[in-house]
Each structure stands twice: as structure tokens, then as C-alpha cells.
């Protein structure tokens, strides 16, 4: 249980890789384990497409061209929820040695996911379109399951909502089909130790902003 603990109390988003390869039985047992998350009537409904080596250059070459040509903002969160991503943005970005009010350095430390952070692997993880919003529950449980097996494996993740900006680049290079829908990225490999951002703490809320129980007393905090 301790190991447990451990393991989900000190992971945390990488955003600086080494080039170092994953070794292919590590990468291998965590995708094994992964699959054993729950999902609703057992549909198993993750697709994950996988790419290193050249085929990671490729993307990368295609996602440069894109930002060049065709440049687009993430997609905007709901006005009441905009709050969170400013604040997290002063904080990754700030850890970055870049001021609140530096808008342009921003937009440029932005375009890393693009780059996978400089990762030698990266995943996009997909559901078929006809699925819906609890199906993508389990999709996310796999998610969690697989960065929590490559974690303990010492393998570093960061989940990349980015990557959904340029769909069709990245349909294209992966030749994923269109009936999958593209739901997050996922880069991964060895966490660059020299680099501060990897050791940020961003701050969680307590239990009570999310979790209500009712028709128990309240328990105090211990
Ligand atoms: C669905 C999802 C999408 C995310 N998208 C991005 C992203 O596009 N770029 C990025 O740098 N981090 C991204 N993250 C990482 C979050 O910013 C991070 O999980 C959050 O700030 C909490 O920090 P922690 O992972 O270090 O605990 C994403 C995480 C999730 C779960």
C-alpha cells in the first residue's frame, strides 16, 4: 500500500526528456498492465498508436509545418473554468523563469508540446467516435493505469490535450482511421532531472472541493 501511495503521491507531468530510449520490456509490461483497467460492458474501448524512431521525426516534422502554416490556439475552456488554466500557466511557466505578463514566451514554450517536450516516444490515445462520455471513463482509467505502471517502471509521462489542436497532421503520419476519435496525447520517456518544471508541485484541491458524502457525520481531518 505504501508503494502505492508513493507512487501516485510523486508522479508528476515531465515537460523535458531525455532522448534515451524506453527499454522495450519495460514499455511492454506497463502496456500489459494497462489492460487490465475497467470499462463499461468490458468494451476495452482505448486505441493507443504508438510512435518512435522515425516515425516520431515524421510527426514532429509534420506538427512543425502545421504550427508554420496553419497556426491554432488550444482549444478555449469554458469562461467559468479559464481561471484554472491561467493559474497553471503561472505556475509551469513561471517555474520556466518566464514572467506572468510575458505573453509571447508563453506561446513559445507552448509550441514544445509539439515536440513531444523531447521525448523518443510518444502516444495518441483514441475511442471510436460512436462511444460516448462514459466509455471515455474508461479510457481514462487505462490512461491513469498506464502512467502509473510506466512510473514505477522510472518512465516519466505527460498527458497532452495539445496534441488534439492538429488532428489531421497527425491522423495522417499515424494513419489512424477516422471512425477513431483523438482523444489526448501522451509523451513519454526518461524525466531530464536538471530541468526545475519536472519537480513542480501543482497544488491540488482538498477532498471536500470535490467530494461530497452525505449521511455520514463529518470525521475530523487526521
Ligand atoms: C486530459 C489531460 C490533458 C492535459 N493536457 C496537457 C497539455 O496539453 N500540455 C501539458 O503540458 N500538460 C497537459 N496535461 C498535464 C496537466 O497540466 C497536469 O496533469 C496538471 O497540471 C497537474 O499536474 P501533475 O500532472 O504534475 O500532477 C494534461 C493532463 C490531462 C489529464
Redesign the pocket.
Given at each position: 500500500m505504501f508503494d502505492f501511495e508513493n507512487l501516485v503521491r510523486n508522479?508528476?507531468?515531465i515537460?523535458r526528456f531525455l532522448p534515451t530510449p524506453i527499454p522495450h520490456e519495460l514499455l511492454s509490461e506497463a502496456l500489459a498492465l494497462a489492460q487490465f483497467a475497467p470499462s463499461n460492458s468490458n468494451i476495452q474501448p482505448w486505441r493507443l498508436f504508438l510512435a518512435e524512431g522515425d516515425c516520431i521525426e515524421r510527426l514532429r516534422e509534420a506538427l512543425r509545418e502545421e504550427v508554420q502554416t496553419n497556426p491554432r490556439e488550444l482549444a478555449p475552456l469554458p469562461p467559468s473554468f479559464r481561471s484554472y488554466r491561467r493559474e497553471?500557466g503561472a505556475i509551469?511557466y513561471g517555474s520556466m523563469g518566464i514572467a506572468r505578463d510575458d505573453d509571447a514566451g508563453r506561446a513559445q514554450a507552448s509550441l514544445r508540446?509539439y515536440d513531444f517536450f523531447g521525448a523518443p516516444m510518444v502516444g495518441i490515445l483514441c475511442m471510436h467516435k460512436e462511444l460516448g462520455l462514459t466509455d471515455a471513463v474508461g479510457v481514462g482509467m487505462y490512461l491513469q493505469t498506464l502512467v502509473l505502471g510506466l512510473t514505477a517502471r522510472g518512465i516519466g509521462t505527460?498527458?497532452?490535450?495539445?496534441?488534439t489542436t492538429y488532428p489531421e497532421a497527425i491522423r495522417r503520419v499515424l494513419a489512424i482511421p477516422e471512425e477513431q476519435a483523438i482523444l489526448?496525447g501522451l509523451s513519454l520517456g526518461y524525466a531530464d532531472p536538471d530541468f526545475p518544471t519536472n519537480h513542480?508541485r501543482?497544488p491540488k484541491q482538498p477532498v471536500e472541493n470535490n467530494v461530497s458524502i452525505q449521511g455520514r457525520p463529518v470525521l475530523p481531518a487526521h
Amino acid at each position: 500500500m505504501f508503494d502505492f501511495e508513493n507512487l501516485v503521491r510523486n508522479r508528476r507531468s515531465i515537460r523535458r526528456f531525455l532522448p534515451t530510449p524506453i527499454p522495450h520490456e519495460l514499455l511492454s509490461e506497463a502496456l500489459a498492465l494497462a489492460q487490465f483497467a475497467p470499462s463499461n460492458s468490458n468494451i476495452q474501448p482505448w486505441r493507443l498508436f504508438l510512435a518512435e524512431g522515425d516515425c516520431i521525426e515524421r510527426l514532429r516534422e509534420a506538427l512543425r509545418e502545421e504550427v508554420q502554416t496553419n497556426p491554432r490556439e488550444l482549444a478555449p475552456l469554458p469562461p467559468s473554468f479559464r481561471s484554472y488554466r491561467r493559474e497553471l500557466g503561472a505556475i509551469v511557466y513561471g517555474s520556466m523563469g518566464i514572467a506572468r505578463d510575458d505573453d509571447a514566451g508563453r506561446a513559445q514554450a507552448s509550441l514544445r508540446n509539439y515536440d513531444f517536450f523531447g521525448a523518443p516516444m510518444v502516444g495518441i490515445l483514441c475511442m471510436h467516435k460512436e462511444l460516448g462520455l462514459t466509455d471515455a471513463v474508461g479510457v481514462g482509467m487505462y490512461l491513469q493505469t498506464l502512467v502509473l505502471g510506466l512510473t514505477a517502471r522510472g518512465i516519466g509521462t505527460c498527458v497532452q490535450a495539445a496534441l488534439t489542436t492538429y488532428p489531421e497532421a497527425i491522423r495522417r503520419v499515424l494513419a489512424i482511421p477516422e471512425e477513431q476519435a483523438i482523444l489526448c496525447g501522451l509523451s513519454l520517456g526518461y524525466a531530464d532531472p536538471d530541468f526545475p518544471t519536472n519537480h513542480l508541485r501543482v497544488p491540488k484541491q482538498p477532498v471536500e472541493n470535490n467530494v461530497s458524502i452525505q449521511g455520514r457525520p463529518v470525521l475530523p481531518a487526521h
